[in-house]
């Protein structure tokens, strides 16, 4: 088998690239599609459940799908810097992007609202961090400003290559299951995934057919589908920071799962567009909930994502038990980041370790009180 190479070099026939672009890559793509195995049963759900875990790539998030295609196409475009504001994870993959192209990153991320390993991240890979007195809607406004005046681009996602890059995974889902599955199901935040999820999708299904109509010629496999179909796209906010739930522009987010604590979403009208093509539809979940579901992945099926990432198969477990998924289904959650990147979460929420002798005595009976 061929040395997996990264998803532009993969999917390069369908990514705004040219044989002589400068790829800037880290391997990432190519994440595993696990089907869970006890919770379906547990949750009285007939169908098939699959997690699209995004934390296994190189910087612990799906972010390095967007990152590897804006940065190689700023440094294609003689970019020296790049720059984002972020609620963590953009910062963590524009870091480590920017080191491996050899230019400078500047990252803005709000004050004490972001989680550690994040912060790890940023600060190892060299980017000059920018910890502001605001929130990430703040951020985003300003480095829309700051990257219109200087000489720096801005790869959040309104940096239509983000976009293309994201879009990828709906490739790969199709790639292991054959076909397109029935829901998709993913957090949302700034909603730039849920957009790039349903592009992929869209890509997809072309046919070039009177029937099909949907790429308007755009698509690169005229007359060979990969999909006969599209999923219905189900994007879950958290309560306390839901502006497609309220309709608009939330001022002050509030959420346990900070990656997605953002009020003012760029991708509002192509992500109501994913939504309403596919039949699908936006719901909330409280952080309890939130973490719940995160806590149940954890020690139901061995896969630690991060709490924001849980809000998919919170969601979808809400809506299960409202009797809004068809039995029988197939189901993929993206599971957007790893666990590692928020251990202060996972910590307050769990059992906390036994302190004991290192006596043979104690621990016995320790574990004798556990069997
Ligand atoms: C783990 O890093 O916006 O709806 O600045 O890190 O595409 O914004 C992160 C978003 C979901 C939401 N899950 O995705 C950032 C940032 C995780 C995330 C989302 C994010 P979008």
């Known amino acids: 088998m ?16 040219s044989d002589t672009t400068p790829v800037i890559s880290l391997n990432e793509g190519n994440t595993p599609l696990i089907a869970l195995q006890r919770l379906p ?29 804006a940065v190689t196409k700023a440094v294609e475009a003689g970019s020296r810097a790049i720059i984002c504001a972020s609620t963590g994870n953009t910062s963590a993959a524009a870091a480590a992007y920017a080191a491996r192209a050899g230019i400078a990153s500047f990252v803005l991320i709000p004050d004490g609202k972001i989680a550690l390993g994040k912060l790890a991240q940023a600060m190892m890979h060299g980017a000059v961090v920018l910890q502001i007195q605001g929130n990430f809607d703040d951020g985003m406004r300003l480095v829309q400003e700051i990257s219109a005046e200087l000489p720096i681009a801005l790869v959040n996602s309104v940096n239509p290559y983000r976009l293309q890059g994201q879009k990828t995974i709906a490739f790969e889902v199709i790639d292991a299951l054959g076909d397109a599955p029935d ?36 698509c690169p496999y005229h007359g060979k589908p990969l999909a006969t179909r599209r999923p219905v796209m189900l994007g879950y906010q958290a309560a306390g920071s839901a502006p497609f739930l309220r309709g608009g522009p939330v001022r002050n987010p509030e959420t346990v799962a900070t990656a997605i604590r953002i009020g003012n979403p760029m991708s509002w009208d192509l992500a109501w567009a994913a ?19 995160q806590a149940l992945l954890a020690r139901t099926e061995g896969v630690f994502c991060e709490p924001s990432s849980a809000t998919s198969l919170a969601g979808f477990i809400k809506d299960l038990r409202q009797g809004k998924i068809k039995p029988g289904a197939t189901v993929v959650a993206t599971l957007t980041g790893h666990g590692l990147k928020d251990p202060d979460t996972a910590i307050a929420q769990s059992p906390q370790p036994h302190r004991v002798a290192a006596e043979r005595g104690a621990i016995g009976e320790l574990i004798q009180r556990h069997l």
């Open 275 to 293: 939504v309403k093509e596919s039949g699908g539809w936006f719901d909330e979940c409280t952080d309890a909930e939130i973490l719940e579901a």
């Open 41 to 69: 049963a547990q949750l009285g759900f007939s169908g098939r459940i699959f997690a699209k875990f995004e934390g296994l790539n190189p910087t612990g998030s799906f972010k390095d799908r967007g990152m590897t295609m």
């Open 2 to 17: 061929a040395h997996y190479q990264g998803l532009i070099h993969r999917y390069r026939d369908r990514l705004p690239v």
């Open 183 to 218: 829901y998709h199901v993913l957090p949302v935040g700034n909603a730039g995934n849920i957009s790039a999820h349903w592009m992929g999708y869209s890509e997809s299904v072309c046919q070039q057919t009177a029937a099909c109509g949907l790429c308007k010629g755009q």
